[in-house]
C-alpha cells in the first residue's frame, strides 16, 4: 500500500489510513483516506465495505423518497443514511479543528451538508441533497482511489525486479533462503526463468540473460564464467553458479528499488507551487464562501430590499463544495510519478521529478569522451622507444603494464591486455594516481612514471622527444627521471552516438561540449566527426568544473546537462543541472553521483528522457490548466445559482477522475 505520505502530501511519519489520522498534517487540504487504495486489481475490504455503504445509502435515499412523511420527523429519517454514508469525514473534520488544521477537504463538505440539512429544516424541506453530495463524494473518492491504485500498480509493474530467493546449495540438494541473508561471498545458483538475486561473478555456467527490466534492451545478453552479474536480471537459457560479491542492500536491484521510491520526495517546482497553492487557496475559499453568504444580503439591506439569507447561503455553500482542490493535489503528483515509472521501463533512471522537469528544459549537452562519446576500449597501436636510452618496446610495455596494472581506468586495463599475461604485482609497490595525470609506482625498485606530458613536466622531464602523435592518445614512460618512451592508443566513436546527436539536435538541444582530460589532437578529432562546436581538452578533473562554470554563467534560461561515466566525473556530473551517468548498471559512483542513470552505454536513451521528460511536464501543465479552468467556471456558476451542489460535486468528482487518467498517460512513453 501507498504510504500516506505519497497519496496526499502529509507530513505524518506513518502510514495509516487518513480516517484514523485526522489528516491533521496535511498541507494540501485533502480528505483521501489510505483505505480507497488498494495493492493490487481485487477490491480490499475497505473497499467493499464502502461499496456495500454506497448501496445502501442509495437504498436508503430511494424508501425515504416514496416515505410520506414531513417535517421534524423526516430530517430524523433522513440523517440515518446521512451519517451511515458520511460519519468519517466528519469525525475527520473535527478532529482537524481539534488539531487547529480547519481548512482541508472535510471540513469544507461538512459545513456545507451540514448547511444544506439546515436549510431543508427552516425553509425547503427537502434534505437529499445534503445526502446524496455525501454520497457522490464518497464515490467519487472511490473511483478516483481505484484509478490512482491501478496507475500505481502498473509503475510497479514495471520495475518489477525485486528477487523473492536466492538458491543455495547443501548436500546436493538447493534450499531457497531470503537474499537479504546472505553475506559477500556466499555461492548461489540460478536456475533457467529465475532472477538473479544478488550482484556477483558467474563461477560456473553460461546462460541467456533478459536484462529489459533494468536497461529497456529487449535484446537478451550472454554471460559466461568470470563475468560480472548484477541483481534484478533474468536468466534465460543455462545453470549459473555465482559467487556473490555485494549484499542485498547494497546490490544494485536495491538501489534501483531505493531511488525509485525516494524519487517522488524531490518535488518540482510545479509540483511546489500546487502544494503552496493549496495551503494558501483552501483558507482563501471558505472566507470567500462567508463573503458570499454576507455581502449580498447586507447589500440588500442597505438597499431597503428583503434579504435573501437562504438563497445566499446556498450558494455560498455549493461554492465550497465546488473550491475542493482534489483534481490538482493528486494528479501532478501522480503525472509525475507516472513519468519516472515509464522512463524506468525504458531503462532510464530519474531519481526525482525535480531532475525530469529540469531535463526538460535543457538546451546544452556536454559530454565527457572516454567511455562516453567512444567505447573506452583503447587499444595499443605503437610503441615508440627513446633511441638515447636503450629501452626496447617490450621493456617499456612491461613498465607500463606493471605501473598500471592496479588502475581501473579503460586506458590501464588496454596496456595490461597489451601485455598479455598476468603483471606480477608483488614487483609493483607505493602506487599513487594523480587524476587528469597518470600514475607513479615503484616497480623493480625503479620509480616509474606513465602518465600524460603534464605528469612528464610534473616529475621534471622536458625533452625535445616527448610529443603526442597527432590523433592518438599517448601514454609516456618515465623510468628514474629517465624518459623511456610511449605508448600509442586509439579509442572508436560508439556506433550509436552519431544518430544520437541527431536526435538531439532534433528535439532541440542548441549546443553540444566536449570536456576530456586527452589532449588537443584526439580531441579536436573526435569533435570534428561528430559535429560538436565547442572541444575542451587536457582538462583535469577540477579544470572540467571550472569549464562547466563558464557554461552555466553563459545560459540564458536553458539548462545545462553533463553526460559521463559516473567514477571520474562525480565533481561535474553533481555541478551541472542534470547529472547524466553512462553505463549505471552495477556501478555504484554513477548512481551515487548522477541525477539521471542511463542503465546501459545507449546514449540515443538521453533524446528519449528529454521526450518523457517534455510529456510529462506538458501533462501536468494540462491538468493545472484543465482543473483550475472548470473549478473557477463552476465557482462562478455557483456563485450565481446557476447550478446546485450535488451537480457541483458531481463536475468536481468528473474533473478529478479525467485529470487522474490524463496522468496516467504518462506511463506511455514507448512510442516517443
Known sequence: MSSHKEHCGCSSPTDNAHAGCSNSSCGCGCGH???????????????????????????MLVGLHFMPVEGFLKFLFYLVPYFFMGYDILLQAWNGILNRKIFNVNFLMTVATIGALVLGLTSTGDYTEAVAVMLFYQAGE?????????????????????????????????RQVSPESLPVGSIIVVQPGEKVPLDGVVMEGTSTLNTLALTGESLPQDVEEGQEIVS?????????????????SQSTVAKIMELVEQAGERKTTTEAFIIKFARIYTPIVCCGALALFLCPPLLQIILRNEPQWTVWLYRSLTFLVISCPCALVISIPLTFFAGIGGASREGILIKGSNFMEALARTDTVVFDKTGTLTEGIFKVTSINENPYVGMDATSLLEYAALCECNSSHPISRSIVAAYGKEPDRSLVKDVREIAGMGIIAQVKNQRVAAGNIKLMAKEGIQLAEI????GTTTIHIAVNGIYGGSINLEDSIKATVPEALAQLRQVGIKKFVLLTGDNSAVAQKVGCRLAIEQVESQLLPGDKVAKLEEILATQQGGKVAFVGDGINDAPVLSRSDVGIAMG?????????????????????????????????????????????????????LGAMGITTMWLAIFADVGVMVLAVLNAIRALQVKKL
Not at 33 to 59: F, S
Not at 232 to 248: A, D
Not at 467 to 470: F, I, P, T
Not at 619 to 629: T, W, Y
Open 142 to 174: 472511490w473511483f478516483e482511489g481505484f484509478a490512482v491504485a491501478k496507475s500505481r500498480q502498473s509503475i510497479t509493474q514495471l520495475m518489477d525486479i525485486r528477487p523473492d530467493y536466492a538458491n543455495v546449495e547443501e548436500d546436493g540438494h538447493l
Open 232 to 248: 534484478g536480471i533474468i536468466n534465460l537459457t543455462g545453470k549459473l553458479t555465482i559467487k556473490t560479491t555485494k549484499t542485498f
Open 584 to 636: 549505471g548498471l552495477g556501478s555504484d559512483a554513477a548512481i551515487e553521483a548522477a541525477d539521471i542513470i542511463l542503465m546501459d552505454d545507449n546514449l540515443e536513451k538521453i533524446p528519449k528522457a528529454i521526450k518523457i521528460s517534455r510529456k510529462t511536464l506538458g501533462i501536468a501543465h494540462q491538468n493545472i490548466g484543465f482543473a483550475l479552468g472548470i473549478k473557477f467556471s463552476c465557482m462562478i
Open 467 to 470: 610529443q603526442d602523435s597527432q
Open 33 to 59: 483516506k489510505e483505505a480507497a487504495l488498494p495493492d493490487g486489481a481485487k477490491l480490499t475490504k475497505d473497499q467493499k465495505i464502502m461499496v456495500a455503504r454506497m448501496a445502501i445509502t442509495g437504498i
